[in-house]
């Protein structure tokens, strides 16, 4: 099965969960939309313009498709941009965008556009987003949200996304679970005492490389259907290779592995249930255990250390599925969320409390509200967009303490050293 087929899978999945779930909406804010959606309100109708039409994309032009056809949320595919123009047109054909451009400034451009859903090579995200924003409009971009090494493009973004009124959201579509908010709480309330240690991970078969990324066309060359310096960006400049242009996460120049590919997934929850703040030291091993066909990791760890006096383990593998104490949707591994006073984790559709040994307090359980949901994640995304809201349920400041954490892991794997945070001159010390 293709990564396309798995996304649409999910989403219909997810459907019957969404039905019993979203909220409503509220009005949107004038500043940064089209002239004729200047008076917006609960009911006006929103553009949605996809950057990057490749594997990911499925799942979002569904799951957009489902929200227009079935749940009659006024909402419309306005436009699709992407630098292979035949994977452009096959997309806009399916889900009826009015407009294709192989520019995505144009269309940022584009006035009919109110809302950006960025999934392109994780190299484009960090300037894409900023040029969204800029032009006022909302975003939802995939994760990770910047490239391993684009750290000083990440801070720009979060000034961006902070001295915007537009609503950002990362594509950690795991963060609609219920059960993160929920313990999220319970840590707030002092249940565990103070936290002193999580650890959470992804294992998964499977390279994400030659077996899954098909190349579209083996015959496929730069021209004007293939548009290869846009692809580069600001990467290296290198010769066309076709395998780069449609196996891009295999090579180091455009992805990371594990650590930006599958960890922001489990560790966004974690970082939000712990109320952390910047990342201060982190450590990383790792390696090709597996799939040497590939320039990036495949196997991952990575310890973490914060300010606030805890260590966070991020454990994983692609070459082997097991999860250890189960998984929980997008999420991967289930976390454990260590304090003084005992221990939080998950057991079925239940958050379980343990008591350290020595506390006075007892066992509990608390049933979960509900479970993740990427037709409901992108519902509540559109209702911050039509409100004003910009406090969606994965921001850009919980996306930027989680970055850095990845970047500085995947700098100090590289150097085989420890990486530091310098936080007054907000740089990454390796």
Same mark, same amino acid.
Do not use: S
């Given at each position: 099965m293709n990564n396309e087929r798995k996304s649409k899978s999910k989403v219909q999945i997810t459907r019957r969960q969404f039905i019993h779930g979203a909220a409503s909406a509220a009005a949107v804010t004038a500043a940064g939309i089209s002239p004729r959606r200047a008076a917006a309100g609960a009911n006006e109708r929103l553009g949605i313009g996809f950057i990057g039409c490749g594997g990911r994309s499925g799942a979002h032009f569904d799951a957009v498709h489902w929200? &227009?056809?079935?749940?009659? $949320? @006024?909402v419309d595919i306005v436009a699709a941009c992407d630098v292979y123009r035949p994977r452009m047109e096959s997309r806009a054909k399916a889900y009826g965008a009015a407009k294709m451009y192989m520019d995505y400034r144009e269309l940022l451009a584009d006035p009919n556009v109110d809302v950006v859903c960025i999934a392109t090579p994780d190299h484009h995200h960090g300037q894409q987003a900023i040029d969204a924003i800029k032009a006022g409009k909302h975003v939802y971009c995939e994760k990770p949200v910047t490239h391993w090494r684009q750290f000083e493009l990440t801070k720009r973004l979060a000034k961006t996304v902070a001295d915007s009124n537009r609503a950002f959201q990362l594509g950690t579509q795991g963060m609609y679970d219920g059960a993160w908010t929920q313990m999220k709480k319970l840590v707030a309330d002092g249940? &565990?005492?103070? @936290?002193?240690h999580a650890e959470c991970g992804y294992f998964r078969?499977?390279?994400? +490389?030659? =077996? +899954?990324? @098909? &190349? /579209? /066309?083996?015959?496929a060359k730069p021209g004007p259907d293939l548009n290869w310096d846009a692809f580069l960006g600001e990467m290296p400049k290198r010769p066309f290779d076709v395998s780069r242009f449609f196996r891009w996460r295999m090579y180091e120049d455009y992805a990371g592995g594990p650590s930006t590919d599958l960890f922001p997934h489990s560790l966004t929850p974690v970082l939000s249930i712990l109320g952390v703040g910047m990342p201060s030291v982190v450590v990383a091993t +790792?390696?090709?255990? =597996?799939? $040497? $066909?590939? $320039? &990036?990791? /495949?196997t991952y760890n990575t310890l973490i250390d914060f300010p606030e006096k805890l260590t966070v383990a991020v454990l994983g593998t692609q070459a082997n599925d097991y999860q250890g104490a189960g998984s929980r949707g997008a999420g991967g591994r289930i976390p454990v969320i260590r304090g003084w006073d005992g221990t939080l984790t998950i057991e079925g559709n239940e958050i379980v409390f343990i008591p350290a040994d020595g506390s006075n307090k007892k066992p509990q359980r608390f049933a979960i509200d509900h479970g993740e949901d990427f037709v409901g994640y992108w519902k509540e995304f559109l209702n911050c967009c039509r409100s004003g809201r910009t406090e969606t349920l994965s921001t850009m400041d919980l996306a930027f303490k989680v970055q850095t954490a990845m970047q500085m892991s995947m700098l100090a794997l590289r150097a085989a050293k420890t990486a530091r945070f310098d936080a007054e001159r907000q740089e990454i010390v390796v």
């Open positions: 929200l &227009i056809t079935q749940a009659k $949320e @006024p249940l &565990i005492g103070a @936290p002193v078969v499977g390279d994400w +490389g030659e =077996r +899954g990324m @098909p &190349i /579209d /066309d083996a015959n +790792g390696g090709k255990f =597996r799939y $040497e $066909e590939r $320039e &990036i990791p /495949d």
